[in-house]
């Protein structure tokens, strides 16, 4: 093969193996800087798969910012890893949404809906903290209007919000998106600054949280 016919497959191969060494280097985790450890472990809800949770707010820009990356991130979660996204109601205004967020989950369009919804208050300036103007949006969505109703007022609803509200309080949360790892890491962009480190230090504390499930030492 002539050096010319070579070079593009040398240059791709380079090219590649540049790109690997990249994902291989990911600056380890630092704590204090990238993450906090809680000082008292929040309880977790996934059994022996491995817990990350969002703290978000469905009107905070940040959040709505976030969720792309997030939802690509989560799809490749292997099957150890549970993902649970969370309402942290900060202020009494945050629970319309909180309710809403688990009134879909009851009624089985949580996951077809949930970017809908973020579009709906961001891109659409849609007031779904407005029961009635939240029931015609429902309606639009093909769900059950009376389904969702019953689900909303609900007393099983409210129970989670304020469970999931108890949840944020219980690891010290004052803002959100937050991201907690197994019940004793957190981070966030505020910490990272940028969403391409959040993604690396995620992925090295999920790795450390199966490490410390089973007991091997950490690399």
Known sequence: ???TQALPRMLALLAGLFMLTGVLAAEPAEEGTDYQRLAKPVPVETGKQVEVVEFFWYRCPHCNQLEPGLEA????????VRFRAVPAILNPNWLPAAKLHYALADVGALDRLRGKVFDAYHKDKIDLDDETVLMAWIRKQGVDEARFKAAYRSFSVQTRAMKGAQTARNAGISGVPVLMVDGKYLTAISMTYT????FEVLDQLVQRARAERGGKALK
């Open 1 to 3: 093969m002539k050096l």
């Open 195 to 198: 969403e391409e480190r959040l």
């Open 73 to 80: 991130w989560v799809k490749k979660l292997p099957a150890d």
